[in-house]
């Protein structure tokens, strides 16, 4: 399966882990659809489709679904850094707060640009072997309404332990 992935284009391949990675772990993230726009050392973008299943009744994006995704672009920078440590390292969310400006009246991005925090906090966790928390800004746009203009930000609370 590594093999054939890694065929693929980076992002291709991004948004099919966290696809995967939702069908068999956290079905809402599969149904949600969620793709992986970039991912590198500093950002992570996921973009989320507003259709039938992710709208509510005012067609904007559902507040649940904000919250799924807001969720994938910090735990994805996370995961992955995790995966390249090479080390098992249990993942959860602490808390979460969330401010919402406006509708999202369309396809809604999700930008983390704390990679590289993101990255030391992991090794931080890894040597000390203490569960710790960092809190990881996501901040929510829909291009095509708005701009660069937030929609929505979040501030979720990441809570890493060492596994023995």
Not at 79 to 101: E, P, R, T
């Amino acid at each position: 399966m590594q093999k054939v992935l890694n065929l693929l284009p980076e992002s291709i391949r991004d948004t099919a882990l966290l696809r995967i990675f939702g069908f068999t772990k956290i079905p809402m993230l599969w149904f949600i659809k969620p793709s992986v726009v970039k991912m590198d050392d500093e950002t992570c973008i996921v973009k989320v489709p507003l259709n039938r299943k992710t709208k509510n009744h005012l067609n904007s994006m559902y507040f649940g679904v904000l919250s799924a995704a807001a969720d994938c672009a910090g735990g994805l920078t996370a995961m992955k850094h995790i995966m390249n440590s090479g080390k098992k390292v249990s993942l959860a969310f602490k808390d979460f707060h969330a401010d919402f400006y406006k509708r999202a009246e369309g396809d809604t991005l999700f930008t983390n640009t704390q990679g590289k925090e993101i990255a030391q906090f992991v090794q931080d966790v890894i040597e000390s072997g203490e569960r710790m928390h960092m809190p990881v800004h996501i901040i929510a746009t829909v291009p095509s309404k708005f701009g660069d203009e937030p929609v929505a930000e979040f501030t979720l609370t990441l809570s890493l332990k060492l596994k023995y």
